[in-house]
């Protein structure tokens, strides 16, 4: 079973901290993906990674960055958190064989920038 | 502009009945479609997707149809099951433009019993 885990559930930081948000995949996927879940908006995609030091921009990279240095491992960051930056993030993982559409989720992590 | 719509945020239905939830599309490229559930305070995971080769998958109580004239996919559970309650998101790819995923803003499933 495909096990995609969040380093957190939730998390309250305040308005300028820096915030780390780390996500982890045991089944030897490649592509890596960070999403910011708002109400009516659906899931958009801020960046992933399709291997080791590689990373692309998604549709709103603005205020992130991310950082892969372990093929498992996928961390979002956010240099200066912002009340905007107040949302639900989720990590995902997929890989290059003929499931690569397939995407497996985390749980999420709550974040609320006070 | 959202590439991918779901234009019910909600919809109410009765255990036992049908559940029709709609997506449409504007991207013509977009040639892999997927319907991802999701419960509160979870992850989405993953449901059923279909092909543009296709018109039809099943799976089921799910079956998930596409109309590639129209730009529209639906999905269809039938009988509805409270457990069904979720928010549902549909997803596009467009296979030669890599791997992601274009998701709509999702429908919220009531199923009452």
């Known amino acids: 079973d495909v096990k995609v885990t969040q380093s957190s559930r939730y998390l309250v930081k305040r308005t300028g901290e820096k915030v780390f948000l780390e996500c982890v995949q045991d089944m030897d996927h490649e592509n890596m993906f960070w999403y910011r879940q708002d109400p009516g908006l659906g899931l958009r995609l801020i960046y992933f990674s399709y291997d080791v030091k590689m990373k692309e921009k998604g549709d709103i990279p603005e205020g992130y960055s991310v950082s892969r240095e372990k093929k498992e491992r996928f961390s979002l960051i956010l240099e200066s958190a912002s009340t905007n930056q107040t949302s639900m993030y989720l990590c995902?993982?997929?890989?290059?064989?003929?499931?690569?559409?397939?995407?497996?989720f985390g749980p999420g992590t709550r974040l609320t920038v006070l | 502009d959202q590439q991918v719509k779901q234009n019910s945020p909600s919809l109410s239905v009765q255990e036992g009945r049908i559940s029709i939830l709609n997506c449409d599309y504007t991207n013509s490229m977009f040639d892999y479609f997927l319907w991802y559930k999701k419960y509160p305070a979870e992850g989405p995971t993953f449901l059923i997707s279909i092909s543009s080769i296709k018109d039809k998958n099943e799976d089921g109580r799910f079956t998930v149809f596409l109309n590639k004239s129209a730009k529209h996919l639906s999905l269809h559970i039938v009988p509805s099951q409270p457990g069904d309650s979720a928010v549902y998101f549909c997803a596009a790819s467009d296979s030669n433009a890599g791997n992601m995923l274009t998701f709509g803003g999702g429908t919220r499933l009531m199923v009452k019993p």
């Open positions: 995902a993982s997929s890989s290059q064989g003929a499931r690569r559409n397939e995407q497996f």
